[in-house]
């Protein structure tokens, strides 16, 4: 495969299409923590006591946890007190009350990731964006909006100072504090991030968005976002990601809580294309990330949607807790590493109520010396008559450098369950190359045909906007290879 | 680490006599004692072991067992599987009950001590060398505390197979053995063998055993490994087998007995075009727990390898199955298949099941597949409809999931034994 070995190294030579500094003031606090960092945090965002003792809670426990080491990835030690924890947009007096006084350095960086703000609001009701620069929202468009369904979509600021009630009733209900080393950090210092409450029979009329964006220099990001849908409410969230090319790891920690009520539906879709480094490996973001949705209500449901296709490491399990009777949990996930890139991702379905169904679909595709690792649970609990299960990870491989790798821990408790679990891996086969080149297709369009035929079955479930950027994402993350 | 306490207890009490052993027996032993008491008796905090525990292995005390056991084994069924068998009761080797020691029929029996003198080079250069006691510390107990090994050496095409019958009897006080198997299949050579675990009823026992297989260019090798120890009785074994070029291994386990019984096995395709098979059916009931960790590696090009391991589970049996295939950087063409079928027979049943792949080679074909559930309603209904009793029904689906495997057993006498265990088993587990 002379073409595909010629098309590899384009495309390990490509240059991340996205790399830019914005050079604008941050408010930003010296690096290190300690109760005085996680106090000062709570303090510059003027939140009210319930949150400080929660974030000092997390902070305490955090000290006494040590960071895992089972994930199949690695990296150089991270010195937790080398990263600075809060860096904010310098504001003028108030923040900013509509676009137009919004830094135009920023609405810049947005027009260069193609997410022009300004058209967005103009473009009537289609996608309302909770932008978040570095660790402050700067704009919530759509707002009013939504507001007259009682729809609350803003930023976790806001919420907090608006809506402490939901804060507190259900912030950390999903991921508690204690979960995990990165969670618990997050927990301490997270600070900000986006929280939408869609009350009881209400409908969300269109797709929530977020992009997110990492940008001050040693500025761990720490995003915290919550999505409750009360009963019978249904939410579709969007969240997208691109960041400016550095030479320095940048640790990136958010938590992601879904809380579904009875009969209410949450879908989550990603698409991620953080930096991951360059072609020997250097640079890129660390990305560990704890997303975990409950389905607390009946016949509630939760989907998560992903393309991972940029940060150096991934760490992510996007999880479902299916506690209602007949709730139902779904991961659909494409995950693409190149060069040195390193991503354990996969998901958990953990089944506690009866007649609750989960399905998993993971494709990995691995090309350079990329490293893809999937790595899922699904525990069927005693109580979970009828449970039923489908697994399904399949592997790609473009090269011989690269590894695909899948970790499924199965644990069954209930003998009325019915769990299937498959996963095959494979290249590219040279028949079905012949086969399109028989018929006047070139090489890179068949590869191309291939892969985007590998994960059609993903990229059914993303919402149309996404869809498209993730198959342009794609496309660019395999240029040459596939044409 | 769990109860580190015991460890000076078990080994003095057995690691007696080895002044006549060569130097380089008794550093291996030294070594393997040294990691053994440094890592300790593994805990559940270990991936490894994270579903099962030790605990109750750690807090015995074991002391061998008294010696005329063999009298209670008189008549056994094992004893009748081939003509030619090394019998250990109580880990010692049983030479009047044993048959066909030496050279004869292009293979080669006897002990370590005999090896020694006859097959000299072939001991050293075998044992211990393809355990890695650092993960395995029941393998590094077992090189440091065992009493005599079987060496096998099979260097032309045997015509009959050999079994290596292992019987434990009930004692006072809880006994241990350290079974250590070596087997070298020569270039072209050809061999069945049958490695076997019985218990008298009620032995409480510990058997640790370890086997190492070493398959050279062209050779064949079909081993069945049946573990039927008592329901007290504990067991953890470890077999690990290396596969030349254009070799063959096939292994046939079959896991019924034993409260508690943990198997490591590993075969490693190592050389171009080698094949490897590993099946197993595993039954339990009760309480048992049974926990099959195995590994295929392949190392070379063009390897094929299947396994199929099959559950069946009552009670409140539990299952745990860790199996990995790792294809190394350079093993194009690798072709290996997984599966793990569980059956749930009743409720209080728990599988814990993880295929794993782990792939570094970008031309190849690996797929694993694991599914848990119980017996399937229509087929039932199916059966029932036709007159026939719903006892009846589930003992002939239960038998159709483990047929493929009992059906490929290569010794005919011992795949008899086997129907009628495995009848008399599945007569015993009460469905609601």
């Known amino acids: 495969m002379k073409t595909e070995t010629q098309n590899l190294e384009e495309l390990a030579n490509r240059d991340y299409k996205y790399g830019f500094v914005t050079d604008i003031d941050a408010d930003s606090l010296p690096p290190g923590l300690d109760e005085d960092v996680v106090r000062a945090i709570s303090a510059k965002k003027n939140e009210p006591e319930f949150m400080l003792e929660w974030r000092l809670k997390a902070f305490r426990h955090w000290k006494t946890m040590t960071e895992p080491t089972w994930a199949f990835v690695k990296y150089p030690e991270i010195d937790y007190q080398a990263i600075s924890y809060y860096s904010a947009p310098k504001k003028a007096g108030e923040g900013p009350k509509s676009l137009d006084e919004v830094d135009p350095e920023l609405l810049k960086t947005y027009e260069k990731l193609g997410i022009p703000l300004k058209e967005q609001e103009i473009l009537a009701g289609v996608v309302a964006v909770d932008a978040v620069f570095d660790s402050v929202s700067v704009a919530t468009t759509f707002k009013d909006k939504l507001h007259d369904l009682g729809i609350v979509f803003c930023s976790f600021s806001e919420a907090v100072q608006n809506h402490p009630e939901l804060v507190e009733k259900y912030l950390g209900t999903v991921v508690p504090h204690t979960d995990n080393f990165f969670a618990a950090l997050n927990s301490a210092v997270f600070s900000d991030g986006s929280f939408v409450y869609v009350p009881k029979g209400v409908r969300c009329p269109m797709e929530l968005s977020t992009y997110f964006r990492i940008n001050a220099a040693n500025t761990g990001q720490f995003e915290r976002t919550l999505i409750v849908a009360d009963e019978g409410a249904s939410v579709s969230y969007l969240e997208g990601c691109t960041a400016p090319m550095r030479d320095e790891n940048q640790l990136h920690a958010a938590v992601v809580e879904l809380v579904a009520l009875d ?221 | 680490m769990e109860s580190t306490q015991q460890l000076p207890g078990l080994l003095t009490a057995f690691g007696g006599r080895r002044e006549e052993e060569p130097a380089w027996l008794r550093d291996l032993r030294q070594q393997a004692r040294d990691r053994f008491e440094s890592v300790g008796f593994p805990s559940s905090k270990l991936e490894e072991w994270k579903n099962t525990s030790v605990a109750a292995i750690a807090s015995t005390d074991y002391a061998p067992a008294p010696a005329g056991g063999s009298a209670a084994f008189a008549g056994h069924p094992a004893l009748d599987f081939c003509a030619r068998r090394l019998v250990f009761v109580d880990g010692r080797l049983d030479t009047e009950l044993s048959t066909g020691l030496g050279d004869r029929d292009g293979v080669w029996v006897g002990t370590l001590a005999q090896a020694r003198d006859q097959q000299a080079q072939l001991t050293e250069s075998l044992l211990a060398r393809r355990v890695a006691p650092e993960s395995q510390p029941f393998a590094a107990l077992n090189t440091a505390l065992f009493d005599d090994a079987t060496v096998i050496r099979a260097h032309g095409a045997a015509a009959e197979p050999i079994h290596v019958l292992h019987l434990a009897s009930r004692t006072e006080q809880p006994a241990a053995s350290f079974p250590r198997l070596l087997v070298q299949v020569d270039a072209q050579a050809e061999l069945k063998l049958v490695e076997s675990f019985f218990g008298a009823e009620g032995a409480e026992g510990l058997t640790c055993s370890v086997c190492e297989i070493d398959v050279a260019d062209n050779a064949g090798l079909e081993h069945v490994r049946l573990q039927f120890e008592s329901g007290n009785a504990h067991h953890v074994g470890n077999a690990h087998a290396t596969v030349a070029r254009s070799g063959r291994y096939a292994c046939h386990a079959f896991d019924f007995g034993a409260k508690l019984a943990r198997v490591d096995s590993t075969a490693k395709l190592n050389g171009e075009g080698s094949n490897c098979l590993l099946n197993c059916l595993y039954l339990v009931s009760d309480k048992q727990h049974v926990d099959n960790h195995t590994t295929l590696d392949h190392a070379m090009p063009h390897g094929d390898s299947r396994e199929v391991y099959k559950g069946i589970l009552a009670d409140n049996a539990r299952a745990v199955f860790n199996g990995r295939i790792r294809v190394q950087l350079d093993a194009q063409k690798t072709d290996a298949k997984q599966s793990n079928p569980n059956l749930l027979m009743t409720e209080g049943a728990l599988v814990h099941t993880r295929p794993q792949l782990e792939i570094y080679a970008d031309d190849v074909k690996c797929t694993h597949g694991a599914t848990i559930g119980e017996l399937d309603a229509e087929a039932m209904f199916y059966l029932q409809s036709r007159g026939i009793g719903s006892t009846e029904a589930r003992n002939m689906l239960v038998r159709g999931f483990a047929a493929e495997l009992l059906d490929q057993v290569p010794v005919e006498s011992v795949r008899q034994f086997l129907e009628e265990a495995f009848g008399r088993r599945l007569d015993a587990i009460r469905t609601a």
């Open chain 1, 263 to 483: 009969n209410a539906k949450i879908k989550y879709s990603t698409v991620q294309n953080w930096y991951p480094g360059d072609k020997d490996g250097k640079g890129g973001i660390y990305n560990f990330v704890t997303k975990r949705g409950k389905c607390a209500g009946v016949n509630s449901k939760i989907s998560w949607t992903q393309v991972e296709t940029g940060s150096a490491i991934t760490w992510k399990y996007p999880s479902c807790i299916l506690q209602g009777d007949n709730s139902i949990g779904e991961f659909y996930s494409v995950a693409l590493t190149n060069n040195k890139q390193q991503a354990d991702t996969g998901t958990k379905m953990i089944h506690i109520g009866k007649n609750t169904r989960s399905t998993i679909v993971s494709k990995g595709i691995s090309a350079g010396e990329g490293q893809n690792t999937y790595r899922g649970q699904v525990k069927i609990l005693k109580g979970a008559d009828n449970a039923r299960n489908y697994s399904q990870c399949d592997s790609m491989l473009l090269g011989d450098r690269c590894g695909a790798h899948t970790f499924p821990y199965i644990d069954v408790q209930n003998p009325s369950a019915t769990m299937e679990h498959e996963a095959s891996t494979a290249k590219i086969g040279e028949d079905q190359i012949f086969y399109c080149q028989q018929r006047g297709i070139s090489a890179e369009d068949a590869v191309s045909m291939i892969v985007n035929g590998f994960c059609k079955e993903v990229f059914r479930e993303l919402p149309m906007e996404f869809a498209v950027e993730a198959q342009k994402l794609l496309g660019i993350s395999l240029e040459g290879s596939v044409g």
